[in-house]
């Protein structure tokens, strides 16, 4: 039997007159990175906030992992300026459930690199680090709560090549220690390079697909850059 840590069934939900998710089903396995792909307003945000929720659904069901194993990495992120991003940090792991809040050592495994860039930008105030420093020092503090299931709301947005190569380094270790990703892109180089499975989401619809090849035939496309196209504007 499969090992499911969220298994969405028939969720509904409105936002005014508009049908954002129309009885839309997801599931993610434990172990795997599951990628979401959709245009711009097609509700990726709005069914990741249900999930975890921030909003309530009008129908269906949400199953898996209670919602204090999950960790949320919104799309929009706002540091006040004269902050210090440790002080940020202190400030979610001080919200962080009992027993959730990593020791020392969780630092301690990351590479001695990547261990150097995170303690530097820790006494960095926000106003001196660029967006994408800001981003990438968040997912971190995010990443390193434990959780079983990471949901992050374009984790890469923003990011800079080198920035980005650390953050699929760090979600693939994740999951060789069993633990589950679930992401929102529009990058789908990042679907086909580190997803063992997406979803589409489309006019409050929810297709999965289990690998970028099947999207490609489907829409009759080269690429799948074209795929995408041809898949929202079909």
């Known amino acids: 039997m499969t090992d499911h840590v969220l298994d969405v069934q028939d969720l509904v939900f409105h936002r005014k007159d508009q049908l954002v998710l129309d009885r839309v089903s997801l599931a993610v396995e434990r172990g795997k990175i599951v990628g979401l792909l959709g245009a711009n307003g097609a509700g990726k945000t709005t069914l990741f906030d249900v999930i975890c929720g921030l909003r309530r659904q009008e129908a ?15 799309q929009v992120i706002t540091v006040p300026d004269a902050l210090q991003l440790g002080e940020l940090a202190r400030l979610v792991y001080g919200l962080a459930a009992p027993g959730r809040i990593p020791t020392k050592g969780t630092l301690d495994q990351c590479k001695p690199k990547i261990r150097k860039k995170f303690e530097r930008l820790w006494h960095r105030r926000a106003h001196a680090c ?21 949901i992050l709301d374009e984790p890469t947005a923003g990011v800079d090549p080198e920035y980005r190569f650390y953050i699929w380094e760090a979600l693939s270790q994740l999951r060789e220690k069993d633990k589950s990703v679930l992401f929102a892109t529009h990058l789908v180089t990042e679907v086909e390079r580190h997803a063992d499975a997406f979803y589409f989401l489309k006019e409050g ?30």
């Open 60 to 74: 269906g069901s949400i199953r898996g992992v209670p919602v204090h194993r999950i960790a949320y990495l919104t």
């Open 130 to 150: 660029s967006y994408g420093e800001k981003r990438w020092f968040i997912l971190m503090v995010i990443l390193a709560i434990d959780a079983d299931l990471y």
């Open 205 to 234: 619809t929810l297709r999965r697909f289990d690998d970028a090849a099947s999207l490609m035939q489907e829409c009759g496309a080269e690429s799948l850059e074209e795929a995408f196209v041809n898949y929202v504007t079909r």
